[in-house]
């Protein structure tokens, strides 16, 4: 069996520094969750960044050894790489216009710069740990130039890319004074996957309107290679969440003031969801 390469924008663990001592705690969201059985269960790489900016050479030849233990390899930003490639393309640019909240997409072109650049270094650090022989799954919005940046120094190398997010239509995509670089960053695979249909149907109007690809039957003929586009609704570990979700409030309740004795008289329950939950596909 082939090692499996994971690339993502967040490696599954979040690092945080209390006390001059570095803290591993596991990351939130859904990508991480929907993957980490996955990878438990061949040999693997994670590589992405890990959540932290450490500039100290030090502390990063510490956590890459923390991390080598558990098959991840991190890709350190800076806070200004992370400011403009993060919080600026990958989340005022790609997220709200792909999500057709087109009113809030902001064009600055430093994000731009710093999303090409970003994207490149992780391909460097990416291709520093391959052989040509692995299998090369990139995930999500982040790192859409990632498959082609690849693709150039291994031709040859199986390369997937998972889209977590919708795609927007044609109409919409086509005002993206970027929009031929993030599809050619996407055709750099060899299989580009997205959750619904209607996602990829998107996807493959953009690629025939935008870059003159043709396809027959989700498979687009570029070159002298074929890219498969095709639909793989993502689910998590049942098991896992049912369990959890299985205990009683109270029992939960009673865990949480165990814990936490001093704030025993005044702990609540309480249930919430984050302001940009509306805004997801």
């Not at 690092?15 to 990508?31: F, T």
């Amino acid at each position: 069996m082939r090692k499996l390469v994971i690339v993502s924008n967040r490696l599954p663990v979040t690092i945080k520094v209390e006390n001059d001592n570095l803290l591993y705690y596991p990351s939130a969201g859904g990508l991480a969750t929907g993957l980490n059985s996955v990878a438990q269960n061949r040999e693997n790489l994670w590589i992405g960044w890990p959540g932290l900016s450490i500039e100290e050479a030090h502390q990063q030849a510490i956590i890459r050894e923390d991390l080598k233990k558990q098959n991840m390899f991190p890709v350190f930003l800076s806070e200004e790489d992370f400011h403009l490639y993060y919080e600026g393309f990958s989340n005022k640019v790609i997220w709200p216009h792909f999500h057709y909240f087109t009113q809030y997409t902001q064009y600055e072109e430093a994000y731009w710069q710093t999303y090409q650049s970003v994207n490149a270094y992780f391909a460097e650090v990416i291709c520093e740990h391959l052989q040509g022989d692995e299998l090369v799954w990139v995930h999500d919005y982040h790192l859409m130039l990632l498959p082609a940046l690849i693709r150039a120094k291994f031709p040859d190398i199986s390369i997937g890319f998972f889209l977590h997010i919708p795609f927007p239509s044609y109409e919409i995509f086509r005002i993206l004074p970027w929009r031929e670089d993030l599809l050619n960053g996407l055709l750099g695979a060899d299989l580009v996957g997205f959750h619904t249909f209607s996602y990829m149907r998107h996807f493959l109007s953009c690629v025939y309107r935008l870059a003159g690809y043709e396809h027959d039957i989700g498979y687009i003929s570029k070159e002298d290679r074929l890219v498969h586009v095709d639909v793989f609704p993502m689910g998590i570990d049942y098991e896992k969440f049912a369990a959890v979700s299985a205990e009683q409030p109270d029992t939960l309740l009673k865990t949480i003031r165990q814990k936490h004795p001093r704030q025993k008289s005044s702990c609540r329950l309480t249930d919430s969801t984050t302001p940009k939950a509306s805004l997801k596909g």
